[in-house]
């Protein structure tokens, strides 16, 4: 029974310092590669407007090809209800 409490100590003594060696390596990685971020900053702002500009384009196909399979969808549906007309008008005579 010792044992195993003893192990289970263990268990939980080794998870915290691997959870506070996580952490310090997260935070040590982050502060050292801050001086790269503000140094690259300037990139990213040169290259937004160019991303800005695909999105925008890719919103506008997908508005587009949207919009043309609606209006390509109106005639079929002119037509289906067409063609389904008859058999509703003898659908209601029957009943």
Same mark, same amino acid.
């Given at each position: 029974? +010792?044992?195993?409490?003893? %192990? #289970? $100590? /263990?268990?939980? &003594?080794?998870?915290? !310092?691997?959870?506070?060696?996580? =952490? *310090?390596?997260?935070?040590?990685?982050?502060?050292?590669?801050?001086?790269?971020?503000?140094? +690259?900053?300037?990139?990213? %702002? #040169? $290259? /937004?407007?160019? &991303?800005?500009?695909g !999105?925008?384009?890719?919103?506008? =196909? *997908?508005?587009?090809v949207?919009?043309?399979?609606?209006?390509?969808?109106?005639?079929i549906?002119?037509?289906?209800?067409?063609?389904?007309?008859p058999?509703?008008?003898?659908?209601? !005579?029957?009943?």
């Amino acid at each position: 029974m +010792l044992a195993l409490m003893t %192990l #289970l $100590v /263990l268990a939980v &003594v080794g998870f915290m !310092v691997l959870a506070m060696a996580a =952490v *310090l390596i997260k935070v040590a990685l982050r502060v050292a590669l801050f001086p790269l971020k503000l140094l +690259l900053l300037p990139l990213k %702002l #040169l $290259v /937004l407007p160019i &991303v800005l500009l695909g !999105v925008f384009i890719k919103v506008v =196909v *997908l508005f587009s090809v949207g919009v043309t399979f609606f209006a390509l969808l109106i005639p079929i549906l002119i037509i289906l209800a067409l063609i389904a007309a008859p058999f509703l008008l003898i659908a209601a !005579v029957a009943n």
